[in-house]
């Protein structure tokens, strides 16, 4: 039934709204994009992941990474805030300390080493401007 009210929706855009839809975000076993994907020419529409399974995905991977690693995660002092963002309004304490000229002391040991050379692929996968649009090759359903 889903499909049904997809289709309903991307067929009317023309007429009630002037305008095309190009994505559509659904989940990885809808039958809805299928019935959408061609409305407008031929793969006019792009699928997108939702933004939860993406999320699932995310946090699959990060818990099997870590019990996977556990035993070599020892604790020392690493500080990481080159993708914090810059300003007075940053979300990151040191980051809002470094713009107002303050000293920041660190209160968390921060990521070993050993840690962030483990993560960092996984890290780094999941930062893909591609994620959403589709289910990449490491995506295991079963985890």
Known sequence: MEFVGAFRIF???IMKRELQY????GDGDSKAFLKVKDIYGEDT??????????QKRVGSRLRKLKKNQ???WKSNRNLMHGQCPDGKDSWCRYKRALFDKKQYLEKSPGLPNSVMKVAKATYLELCDKN???????WY????
């Open 70 to 72: 556990r035993s070599r």
């Open 140 to 143: 295991d359903t079963e985890q």
């Open 22 to 25: 190009t994505e559509y975000y």
């Open 11 to 13: 067929e009317r855009s």
């Open 131 to 137: 994620l959403l649009k589709k289910m990449p090759a």
């Open 45 to 54: 529409v792009t699928k997108l992941e939702c933004i939860g399974h993406v």
